[in-house]
């Protein structure tokens, strides 16, 4: 639910462009292939009702606490949806994989060499306080977020040399080399900033005070860490846009928080608030009893979807030397027994995860293709050998909870890595003891770490599982203050740019970058740059497949699960699209307030109460 333009959701929709003989025109929209799928003069998005009503509330959950209502900085918590304050020059739509179209900016133009982009801006674009977004605003805007933003920003914007004002409504980047195919795009989803509004404040400050922005809401009012509410903006100047028509339909978002899933739970059937998103299996299959669901006062549904699931698992911190030896990162994998755990944890609701590119064509298969080895093959000697010779399966087991073949296989790589019994407990040649601490904020994952622990037990590791409120755990994250965790890598269906933040080497010590597992590999490196720079979809697709296999036989990971849908329950009162996007759920953009249920739900409310 929460919109971090250009760090978490703007991640899944990361862009690319083919190289053009020609300059192009300027343009109203841009695609990976050919063309894009809305034409110049479409009015709405096919997965949008252009004619919903406006009115209501939505009222939403969020676990935890916030502290900051900048949603681009490294300190504090953001508030859930903090970024809905705020615009960006172009939007991308959720029914095609790679495409864009003007949202601040009315048209975009692309250098044939991909070595510069330039927008013009729309010249009814304004702030809420009415001024106009100019070019200025444009450039402090990029030069803000490189500079004095979340770190995830320098390593985003690395590759662009400079902006600057080209006319009265034109803003042009230039980069520092030309054939990063991503570029272009990823400047078109720079949130816009308020030069003036800025003038005298700390950026990279935390601040509970409103924010000016220009887009379809504003902050009405907030308690710290309890509540906050955002109020539509009724003369918003981009509301009849065809990226906006029939979207941001409720008069207010409320979001009110909970420290715990199991009170968040109870608070929905009770009708605190109206839509949630399920993300525990368990509590899916056995939790939605409650009289509302059986009366159909909530609706409770699986939506597919086509969107990659990337990678969750337990993640390794390589910057702990327990961990430096791959030996003993594959052999902890023996020890989870996924099997075992999906059938009585999760109702046998997953799908164990085999890729970083997951639920998608971009995932490895089999053995490396033709094309894969001409990319790996200058490598040999320098990655597994693994990656050349056997297609990558986690382990498995019977699901029956003997899982003596799988620790055997781990007591025999633990003692080839120099890890021996003593007194029940694996210790090294020095006499340490192999232990290590799994940290979490979220206790729901207890179910399925605490038989993880036991197994290594029984192979003489010291685990343990650790719960720390949402604010202690981010700031260990940020400083890479943990053993294990448990994380998911999200992934987009066009990977670029941002794969610097989570793999490249120079993220590994910057506080606050997505490099979570502390990977340090050149040809990790090369690997990601060519990525980067692919020329078109089949090379990305070979590049993409050619990294898996690397991350992968390196054991960063213990791999999770996956599912491809989401699980969605909501009381019975919404308005939805007759179609359903395939790369997004779209239910606060989207969805409406239906006067008719609403009426009819709170009448029954009423009468149960």
């Known amino acids: 639910m929460k919109r971090l333009f250009g760090f978490v959701a703007v991640l899944a929709f990361v862009l690319a462009l083919p190289f053009a003989a020609v300059a192009q025109p300027a343009k109203h929209g841009i695609a990976l292939h050919g063309e ?5 003069g479409f009015t709405h998005f096919n997965y949008i009702n252009p004619d919903a009503p406006k009115g209501g509330e939505m009222r939403l959950a969020d676990i935890g606490t916030f502290d900051n209502v900048n949603p681009f900085i490294l300190k504090g918590m953001a508030a859930a949806d903090s970024s809905i304050v705020f615009e960006t020059l172009m939007a991308a739509s959720l029914d095609e994989p790679f495409s864009q179209y003007g949202w601040v900016a009315e ?43 979340h770190p995830f920003y320098r390593s985003y914007y690395k590759d662009v040399a400079k902006a600057e004002k080209t006319g009265e409504r034109d803003v042009k980047f ?14 078109g989803q720079l949130p816009v900033l308020a030069k ?33 509410s955002y109020k539509r903006v009724a003369d918003w100047w981009g509301r009849d846009l065809p ?55 909530i609706l409770k549904r699986e939506i597919r ?101 799988n620790l055997r296989k781990a007591a025999e790589l633990l003692r080839q890595a120099g890890w021996n019994l003593k007194d029940g407990k694996l210790v090294n040649a020095s006499g340490e003891p192999l232990k290590f601490s799994i940290l979490s904020d979220s206790p729901a994952f207890e179910r399925w770490i605490q038989p993880f622990v036991r197994n290594l037990e029984r192979l003489g590791v010291q685990a343990s599982f650790r719960i720390v409120d949402t604010s202690q755990y981010q700031n ?25 933040d989570v793999w490249s080497s120079s993220r590994a010590d910057q506080k606050g970058s997505r490099n979570l597992i502390g990977v340090k590999d050149p040809v ?71 006067e008719a249920k609403f009426q009819k739900n709170s009448a029954l409310q009423k009468r149960n109460r």
């Open 476 to 500: 260990l994250i940020d400083n890479f203050d943990y053993d294990m965790i448990v994380h998911a890598f999200g992934q987009s269906l066009s990977p670029g740019n941002e794969m610097r």
């Open 36 to 40: 894009p799928k809305y034409a110049p």
């Open 305 to 405: 979807n086509e969107l990659p699931t990337g990678m969750q698992g337990f993640v390794y911190n390589m910057r702990r030397a327990l961990f430096s030896d791959v030996r003993v990162r594959e052999a902890l994998d023996y020890a989870f027994d996924f099997e075992w755990s999906n059938k009585n944890v999760a109702f046998g609701a997953y799908k164990r995860t085999k890729s970083y590119f997951e639920n998608s064509e971009l995932a490895a298969q089999g053995l490396p293709s033709p094309e894969e080895l001409a990319v790996l093959e200058p490598y040999r000697g320098k990655i597994p050998d693994e990656v050349f010779t056997t297609a990558y399966t986690p382990p498995k087991t019977d699901g029956s909870g003997d899982n003596r073949d």
């Open 107 to 149: 048209s975009v133009t692309v250098a044939p060499d991909r070595s510069w982009v330039a927008y013009k801006l729309r010249s009814e674009a304004r702030f809420h306080d009415g001024k106009p977004i100019t070019p200025d605003d444009v450039i402090f805007s990029f030069e803000t977020l490189r500079d004095k933003g």
């Open 196 to 228: 003036h509004f800025w003038q005298g404040k700390d950026f990279a400050a935390t601040t509970l005070e409103p924010i000016l922005g220009s887009g379809p809401y504003k902050i009405e009012s907030l308690v710290p860490g309890r509540t906050i």
């Open 524 to 594: 990790v490196d090369a690997l990601v740059e060519k990525l980067i720079h692919a020329p078109d979809r089949a090379s990305l697709m070979t590049l993409c497949r050619a990294l898996d296999r690397v991350l992968l036989w390196n054991h960063y990971v213990i791999p999770h699960w996956y599912l491809g849908a989401y699980r969605v329950a909501n009381w019975d009162i919404f308005g939805q699209p007759a179609t359903a996007p395939k790369y997004g759920l779209n239910a606060v953009d989207a969805w409406w307030i239906d």
């Open 174 to 187: 230039t980069f520092r080399e030309a054939g990063n195919t991503e570029l272009p795009l990823i400047m």
């Open 243 to 297: 990226v906006n028509k029939g979207r941001y339909n409720f008069d207010t978002l409320r979001y009110d928080y909970y420290r715990d899933v199991t009170v968040a739970l109870e608070a929905f059937f009770a009708g605190r608030y109206d839509f949630r998103q399920e993300n525990i299996a368990k509590e899916w299959a056995t939790a939605y009893t409650a009289p509302p669901v059986k009366q159909g006062l």
